[in-house]
């Protein structure tokens, strides 16, 4: 069905700039991540997806690490404003408008720490608030326990009077279960005028911007929308925060699966806001995509694997508890159990790595293996390769990290030790055991390791010398 929304442009004010003290934690409240984007950056994100024509944040604390943040992510889509000292919401709007004399228009005023509001709700609410030709519109929620929330107080007609923060609260008030999410669409022009009327006449002593809505009450128009408190949940300690993540979480697991993507189990798979999974991919129990990860179709990753940035190749099967970052895994390859990739591995096409061996920036090339208990470190591997069990690249000397290259069609016997620099070429074999120390030729074996002897008999007279017996 077609939404129908009114074309007029609004601008949106976040407001970001507290510290959070009930976080109890040294990181500005709106820099803690869910699903691995900070807070204010979801709420940013909303705002532009809902069709704000500027967004403006208010920063103040911890102000050069959250402009960065936003900076980094949004770029000029973004304008920061700065509130010198932290004396409540109202405040925090007042810097906004002062900062910024054309600022007109509808101004839809967000708060920093509530990460989940759908871009939908926001647009209803311009909406609304347009068509109702509202002063002010505003979303509130019901809930079973809305202690620490704004509550709601109506009049006889229904009517939303205004709003009475939690600690300032009479008991009959407090027993109020409607409250304020904390988002309104003001007239831009009435938004000026009722926050100079603002005073600080409350529990915290400071300028509630939630007092507007009486001044709009009173002197205006207001309209009110229904929301979901579950898309509304505003972070202010440890517990929001995982309240929030696990509910971001949830919402990413089934608009993936929804999609097309095989999901094992919906209450355990973590992706990330930035990562990309294609239809036809499936994610197990316990697997963890963080950052930016792309997932391409056909793709398996098993259950319990932790993937951080890392691009998983058409067909290609990730086994169970792999660990990887920051690297490539290459069409049809397959990786785990137990494998750990580090930073800058790329794996070709039907390369394999097996259980319990370890890459760093090494390149494997197509169909290459490196199957079991191996460390590969500053490689280049070539096509067709095969690495033994056991096999290290001995790519440290102390001081500096060197390089390790096997050409096409090598075969590393297992158990063998490849000192750094040094090169194996083409077609060329190591024998198990040996120790490599110089450029091996093409097609030349490598050994490096004392010849065999056979003392026949032996064994029974060393059992009994050992027991402390006489020679039989
Ligand atoms: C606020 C509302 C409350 C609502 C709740 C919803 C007010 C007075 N109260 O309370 O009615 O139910 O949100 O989650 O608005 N901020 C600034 N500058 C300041 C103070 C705060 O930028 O001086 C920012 C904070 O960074 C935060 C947001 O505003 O992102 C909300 O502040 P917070 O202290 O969390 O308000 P609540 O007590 O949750
Ligand atoms: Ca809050």
């Not at 355990?268 to 294609?278: G, L, N, R």
């Not at 920051?326 to 750990?340: L, M, R, Y």
Request: glycine residues 12%; aromatic residues 4%.
């Amino acid at each position: 069905m077609m939404q129908t929304h009114s074309q007029t442009t609004w601008s949106a004010i976040v407001l970001a700039a507290g510290e959070g003290t009930r976080m109890k934690s040294s990181r500005p409240k709106v820099l803690h991540e869910i699903a691995g984007r900070a807070l204010v950056s979801w709420v940013v994100q909303t705002a532009l997806d809902a069709g704000a024509a500027r967004c403006l944040v208010v920063v103040g604390h911890g102000r050069d690490d959250v402009e960065g943040e936003l900076v980094s992510r949004f770029g000029e889509r973004v304008e920061m404003v700065l509130q010198p000292e932290q004396r409540g919401t109202g405040d925090a709007v007042r810097c906004a408008m002062e900062a910024d004399r054309a600022l007109e228009g509808r101004l839809v005023v967000l708060y920093g720490d509530c990460p989940l509001i759908p871009a939908g709700l926001l647009r209803d609410l311009v909406d609304r608030s347009d068509r109702a030709g509202a002063d002010l519109g505003l979303v509130t929620a019901t809930l079973v326990d809305p202690s620490g929330y704004g509550r709601i107080v109506r009049n006889g007609a229904g009517d939303v009077q205004r709003i009475v923060e939690d600690r300032d609260c009479s008991a009959a008030e407090r027993a109020i279960q409607e409250v304020n999410p904390g988002l309104y669409a003001v007239r831009g022009d009435f938004l000026r005028e009722a926050i100079a009327q603002l005073t600080p006449d409350n529990a915290q002593g400071q300028l509630y911007l939630t007092d507007v809505v009486e001044l709009a009450a009173n002197q205006g128009k207001v309209v009110d929308l229904r929301g979901d408190m579950a898309d509304m949940t505003g972070v202010n300690d440890q517990c929001d925060l995982a309240i929030a993540a696990s509910t971001r979480r949830r919402r990413i697991a089934e608009e993936l699966a929804r999609k097309g993507v095989g999901i094992a189990d919906l209450d355990t798979v973590y992706v990330d806001a930035e990562c990309e999974v294609e239809p036809g991919a499936t994610l197990g129990a316990n697997v963890h995509l963080r950052g930016r990860c792309v997932v391409r179709s056909g793709a398996r990753i098993d259950v319990g694997c932790v993937l951080t940035n890392i691009i998983v190749e058409k067909d290609a099967n990730v086994l169970p508890y792999t660990v990887a970052a920051d690297s490539t895994i290459g069409e049809g390859a397959q990786v785990g159990p137990f494998s750990h990739l580090r930073p800058q591995t790329q794996l070709g096409p039907r390369s394999k790595v097996g259980n319990f061996s370890e890459t760093k920036k090494t390149t494997v090339g197509e169909g290459s293996k490196v199957n079991h208990l191996s460390y590969v470190g500053n490689g280049v591997i070539g096509e067709g390769v095969n690495i033994g069990a056991g096999t290290i690249f001995c790519n440290y000397d102390g001081e500096q990290k060197h390089t390790t290259v096997l050409e096409d069609g090598v075969f590393i016997g297992s158990d063998t030790q490849l000192i750094a620099p040094v090169t194996v070429k083409k077609g060329a074999y190591v024998a198990s055991g040996t120790t490599v120390t110089r450029d091996v030729p093409e097609g030349a074996l490598a050994v490096s390791r004392p010849k065999q002897e056979n003392k026949e008999g032996y064994a029974a007279r060393l059992r009994a010398r050992l027991r402390g017996k006489k020679d039989p």
